[in-house]
T-cell receptor, first 115, second 111 residues
Framework: GAGVSQSPRYKVAKRGQDVALRCDPI?????LFWYQQALGQGPEFLTY????????KSGLPSDRFFAERPEGSVSTLKIQRTQQEDSAVYLC?????????????FGDGTRLSIL | GESVGLHLPTLSVQEGDNSIINCAYS??????FIWYKQESGKGPQFIID?????DKRQGQRVTVLLNKTVKHLSLQIAATQPGDSAVYFC??????????FGKGTMLLVSP
């Protein structure tokens, strides 16, 4: 597609369940980023991939969060044993080149609600 | 005028006015800055960026000004339209580090 695509758009889960969020970056984009956005706040960095390599995961809040991009295109963010504080919008972004001064293009996010 | 809404400062303007949205950044070593527009239920949309070797950059109806001395960034929108109503975020980056976003400003444009 022409833009970054994320699915599902909305996800409701009970506390303790595992969830998986998908990101399809713009075709051919090398770099892929995941962000978490709380209500009324700016996006906060979670993790960064260059092709299939996860080069930075310093923003992942706990070991319950795991991300992968096995073939260097589609990425999945998995949250295990979800907690209420995980409720947020999860945004994915991509850039055409390696981590450099290029604008990141964002998807519309997945809104995750943990009951 | 400006007011503090739900976690977000708000700028209210009339259609046709020029809008100025301000951002104070924290890292004096940041060398890349970017403005995003975010509408409700959507992801951030790129507006304009600027590198630290510049102090002004213009786009279509938008201008970004960078004052490194006081670590201040501003976004000017000319002839503001109702479709410009959104939350605007500035973001900064040092070298190849990650983008750090500010808290955002809500722009409300009245017809």
């Amino acid at each position: 597609g022409a833009g970054v695509s994320q699915s599902p758009r909305y996800k409701v889960a009970k506390r303790g369940q595992d969830v998986a969020l998908r990101c399809d970056p713009i075709s051919g984009h090398v770099s892929l980023f995941w962000y978490q956005q709380a209500l009324g706040q700016g996006p906060e960095f979670l993790t960064y991939f260059q092709n299939e390599a996860q080069l930075d995961k310093s923003g992942l809040p706990s070991d319950r969060f795991f991300a992968e991009r096995p073939e260097g295109s589609v990425s999945t963010l998995k949250i295990q044993r979800t907690q209420q504080e995980d409720s947020a919008v999860y945004l994915c972004a991509s850039t055409i080149g390696a981590h450099s001064n290029q604008p990141q293009h964002f998807g519309d996010g997945t809104r995750l609600s943990i009951l | 005028g400006e007011s503090v809404g739900l976690h977000l400062p708000t700028l209210s303007v009339q259609e046709g006015d020029n809008s100025i949205i301000n951002c104070a950044y924290s890292n004096s070593a940041s060398d890349y800055f970017i403005w995003y527009k975010q509408e409700s239920g959507k992801g951030p949309q790129f507006i304009i960026d600027i590198r630290s070797n510049m102090d002004k950059r213009q786009g279509q109806r938008v201008t970004v000004l960078l004052n490194k001395t006081v670590k201040h960034l501003s976004l000017q929108i000319a002839a503001t339209q109702p479709g410009d109503s959104a939350v605007y975020f500035c973001a900064e980056r040092e070298g190849y580090s990650t983008l750090t976003f500010g808290k955002g400003t809500m722009l409300l444009v009245s017809p």
